[in-house]
């Protein structure tokens, strides 16, 4: 199936080994990548949001339409571009004085909404598209006796009305791609609570952070499966700064790799840990490349 | 008895009805669930998105307006929006509020950076001269320069002329 790609920019721009990681594990499941020109930022749905929750609407829009000139639905690979152009899609299509306004914006540049494409996040589509079975097909590696802390995040589920990935009282699709590669999964504690990135105050940030690291780490997990880019810089250099901060006094120097999903699947269809980025990470994989016999 | 001294400003409450996002709030009857589930609620005394909503709907929300105000400390989760049983969707309330706030360039300055920067460059997030090496040694292309124009263009408030 072929899909245009819209990469979003914490990926492209912080995180390029996850980037990597898509493009070199996709293809081999039957997903064509079709790079299209004229994207911009989704808008993200915390800054440009809350500036113009309507230009961040009519933008998203505009993202939208190039995704309809070629033709092609879009898969995302990060939850605030999920959440954007999915919360977009839904009012446009909803409200059909919003989308008369839009369209009055669009218009300008020669552009219309019509209403023509999906947006998918790639694990749904690696769910319901491709399957288990041939993501398992893919598996030369399988991380056997790998235990992975899933943490969901906010966006890739929430809210449902319009998400459609999952239950988010009781999500699974993470849970299900992991099994696939062989890992075992658990559920944390505080597996619902958001990682705290987007409150504009530092110590409450981090006491949402620390509360979700405390919880993972009681699990004796091997590593942290991570979908969420945002969640991920909480958890990897956000992880480092908390240890830091506390200087280890409380004995917590244990610390836990979050590693994003695409990671663990390029693993375990055989690619090296730097072809993933792993070495690219504040803090490292240890435990699982143990486990897999690798070295970083 | 004590006579009730709530006086609600349908004038003011109208206003934040216009702003995209905020016009279910009156059928927000205060049952509380978006307080239940709501992280900031948890972890933050005094951030209380029932009683946000409540200063909402009775049109006294200017002390939300001023910098660094409480709206600020919301995680953007999601959660209310989830549980709220009469589709309020609090949480775009709250960004309603914040686009007032923007308005009133009281928001942080973080949301003008970061909206000045989407607009100018097309990305969030800045683009540093490490990014484009990293991204070699990874094997993947370089990022190209994103061509604006469009965007701004579509993001021009509407004027006298061309509102018809």
């Known amino acids: 199936m ?47 949001k809350a500036a113009d ?41 909803e409200d059909s004085d919003l989308r008369k306004r839009v369209n009055k914006r669009l218009a300008r540049v020669g552009k219309q909404y019509k209403g023509t494409v999906k947006v998918k996040h790639l694990v749904t589509v690696l769910r319901d598209d491709i399957g288990v079975e041939k993501i398992k097909a893919t598996v030369k590696k399988p991380l056997k006796n790998v235990m ?51 409150c504009f105050d530092q110590s409450l940030r981090e006491d949402m ?14 590593c942290m499966g991570m979908i969420c880019p945002t969640c ?19 004995g917590r120097g244990k610390m836990i790799s979050p590693v994003y999903y695409f990671q663990l699947l390029g693993l375990a269809q055989g690619l090296k840990p730097e072809e993933v980025g792993l070495n690219r990470h504040k803090i490292k994989l240890d435990s699982v490349l143990q486990k897999m016999n690798l070295e970083n | 008895m004590k006579e009730s001294k709530i006086e609600v400003n349908f004038d003011k409450k109208r ?30 005394e005094g951030f209380n998105p029932r009683e946000i909503m409540l200063k909402a709907l009775i049109g006294d929300f200017d002390e939300f307006l001023e910098p660094d105000s409480i709206i600020w400390k919301c995680s953007n989760c999601y959660n209310c929006y989830e549980r709220c049983p009469q589709d309020v969707r609090p949480v775009e309330v709250i960004i309603a509020l914040k686009n007032l706030a923007s308005q009133n360039k009281t928001s942080p300055k973080e949301i003008l950076e970061i909206t000045k920067r989407i607009k100018e460059t097309g990305y969030s997030v800045p683009l540093v001269s ?4 990293m991204r070699e040694e990874m094997g993947l292309p370089p990022l190209k320069k994103i061509d604006t124009s469009e965007l701004q263009e579509i993001l021009k408030p509407e004027t006298k002329a061309n509102k018809k």
Request: hydrophobic residues 35%; charged residues 20%.
């Open chain 1, 53 to 93: 929750n309507f230009g961040w609407v009519t933008a998203a829009a505009r993202n939208l339409c190039v995704a309809e000139e070629a033709g092609l639905d879009i898969f995302t690979i990060c939850s605030g571009c999920t959440e954007t152009l999915s919360e977009a899609s839904y009012m446009l299509n």
């Open chain 1, 232 to 250: 991920f810089s909480s958890f990897d250099l956000g992880q480092i700064m908390l240890t830091r901060k506390h200087k280890d006094e409380d």
């Open chain 1, 209 to 222: 952070t620390e509360c979700v690291l405390n919880s993972v780490k009681e699990m004796n997990a091997d």
């Open chain 1, 148 to 198: 992975v802390a899933v943490h969901y995040g906010c966006h890739l589920l929430k809210p449902s009305t319009f998400m459609r990935v999952d239950d988010p009282d009781d999500p699974h699709v993470m849970d299900l791609l992991i099994r696939a590669i062989g890992a075992e999964t658990c559920k944390h504690k505080e597996w619902y609570l958001c990682c705290g990135r987007a």
């Open chain 1, 2 to 48: 072929r899909m245009a790609f819209f990469p979003g920019c914490m990926i492209p721009v912080k995180y390029p080994y996850m980037e990597a990681a898509i493009r070199k594990t996709v293809p081999p499941l039957g997903i064509e990548i079709v790079d299209v020109e004229g994207f911009t930022c989704c808008p993200d749905p915390i800054h440009f």
């Open chain 2, 130 to 133: 490490t990014t484009n090496r």
């Open chain 2, 15 to 44: 206003e934040l009805e216009q702003v995209l996002g905020a016009d279910q709030v009156s059928y927000c009857y205060q049952c509380g669930a978006c307080v239940g589930d709501c992280p900031s609620a948890r972890f933050y």
